[in-house]
T-cell receptor, first 114, second 115 residues
Framework: GAVVSQHPSRVICKSGTSVKIECRSL??????MFWYRQFPKQSLMLMAT?????????EQGVEKDKFLINHASLTLSTLTVTSAHPEDSSFYIC??????????FGQGTRLTVV | GDSVTQMEGPVTLSEEAFLTINCTYT??????LFWYVQYPGEGLQLLLK?????DKGSNKGFEATYRKETTSFHLEKGSVQVSDSAVYFC??????????????FGTGTRLTIIP
């Protein structure tokens, strides 16, 4: 149990377009999901905490209008990168908690903006 | 702020060699400490954890001891296998202002085991 599925695993988009990444908890309900990004040779950096039915909580320095997060149900959170630019190219990872401290992670999404 | 410093990779070892991946941390308060592993094409999985000083986490032959005096949580395995090839992340967890467990990660260490 405790599987988190992230889709797509890879996406290439043109500069100026928007990209949506989905994070689903397949066999449990997640009231809280987390979105991270990772630049090459750097740590996973927490971007935002996604709470079902309420607004996401963004970390300092993360543009909320740039990275739109919607947690519409207990099993789905989406991250939309709006008006993507090459500097947004990165590895994005979601995680979900099943009510305890342990986090369950998706496979990650490699975004390339050309 | 809270941070995790992890041994840079990549690390390449022969099968049955001894493995150590160093991890040190800086944190206010008393964090829980974790090692996560990411196999190719998969998400991060919890490998082991320790929640207080002197605790030893262990799983699949891997061990790490929470050392408060040296603020370290080094990962060790006595005899690695090819199947251990993966990226390993050290992380700490503290309760955020919103009551959630907030993870802070190291950069990850890519481990390759050759037969």
């Amino acid at each position: 149990g405790a599987v988190v599925s992230q889709h797509p695993s890879r996406v290439i988009c043109k500069s100026g377009t928007s990209v949506k990444i989905e994070c689903r908890s397949l066999d449990f309900q997640a009231t809280t999901m987390f979105w991270y990004r990772q630049f090459p040779k750097q740590s996973l950096m927490l971007m935002a905490t996604s709470n079902e039915g309420s607004k996401a909580t963004y970390e300092q320095g993360v543009e909320k209008d740039k990275f739109l997060i919607n947690h519409a149900s207990l099993t789905l959170s989406t991250l939309t990168v709006t008006s993507a630019h090459p500097e947004d190219s990165s590895f994005y990872i979601c995680s979900a908690n099943r009510g305890g401290a342990e986090a369950f992670f998706g496979q990650g999404t490699r975004l390339t903006v050309v | 702020g809270d941070s995790v410093t992890q041994m840079e990779g990549p690390v390449t070892l022969s099968e049955e060699a001894f493995l150590t991946i160093n991890c040190t941390y800086t944190a206010t308060g008393y964090p829980s400490l974790f090692w996560y592993v990411q196999y190719p094409g998969e998400g991060l999985q919890l490998l082991l954890k320790a929640t207080k000083a002197d605790d030893k986490g262990s799983n699949k032959g891997f061990e790490a001891t929470y050392r408060k005096e040296t603020t370290s949580f080094h990962l060790e395995k006595g005899s690695v296998q090819v199947s251990d090839s993966a990226v390993y992340f050290c992380a700490l967890s503290l309760i955020s202002n919103f009551g959630n467990e907030k993870l802070t990660f190291g950069t990850g260490t890519r481990l390759t085991i050759i037969p």
